[in-house]
């Protein structure tokens, strides 16, 4: 049995995610929600924090001027880091979506979702990253795909403390890192981008299907008298 999980990264909340974490100079204060991304700004996870609110920015990009990019996992992976429901949400805020051709293919949504819902599907891997500003993916990117990356950013499961040559080859290039599971989940802003409590909630049923699946026998509790 499959189980097709859709890891929406930076949907709704797209704008406060960035700007919570970057538009943050000299204090952790909640900033106003702008129709605007800082580009340029350099964001390393791994970073103290002293260092992450000293760095300076430019001055924000419009969403219309930005497009993200939907890459398609590579192996055995059934994720996808976009849905088209989550495209949606990005076309409204105004930015501009391409999608890797056949990302959504092992999540049950096809290409024509995608386009439906205001995205580009571009076929080639390395076209994707080309015409983007941020890449959304599941898995962190190969050594082969870190160069492409050079300049932009990302926003992934990247682990920096699990893997950090990784980590330092990206931030050597000035890739833009947003690592969600490095996202400290106790501040109420940031439960909505709480993707290690999600996926271990959702292998947490698959592990009761599976289990009651060899069982054998009735469960108790699930029978009357």
Do not use: W
Request: proline residues 6%.
């Amino acid at each position: 049995m499959r189980i097709n999980i859709s890891l929406a990264i930076g949907i709704v909340y797209f704008g406060q995610v960035c700007l919570g974490f970057v538009n943050q100079k000299t204090k952790l204060a909640s900033p106003p929600v702008t129709n605007s991304f800082r580009q340029n700004g350099r964001l390393h996870v791994a970073a103290p924090p002293e260092q992450v609110l000293a760095q300076s920015f430019d001055e924000p990009t419009p969403y219309g001027d930005l497009t993200v990019g939907v890459l398609k996992e590579s192996g055995d992976e059934t994720r996808v880091s976009q849905t088209p429901d989550s495209v949606a949400n990005l076309a409204k805020a105004g930015l501009n979506v391409v999608v890797q051709s056949g990302a959504g293919e092992l999540a049950s949504f096809s290409d024509q979702a995608y386009v439906d819902a205001g995205a580009r599907i571009i076929t080639n891997f390395d076209d994707v990253i080309a015409v983007s500003q941020l890449v959304t993916k599941i898995n962190p990117p190969t050594e082969e795909e870190v160069p492409l990356l050079a300049g932009k950013s990302i926003v992934s499961l990247l682990s920096p403390m699990l893997y950090p040559d990784l980590y330092k080859s990206l931030a050597a290039q000035q890739t833009n890192v947003f690592s969600l599971d490095s996202v400290p989940r106790m501040l109420s802003r940031a439960q909505s981008y709480d993707v290690l409590s999600s996926q271990a909630n959702i292998a947490g049923y698959r592990s009761i299907i599976e289990a009651s699946n060899i069982f054998g026998r009735f469960m108790a509790g699930q029978m009357t008298a």
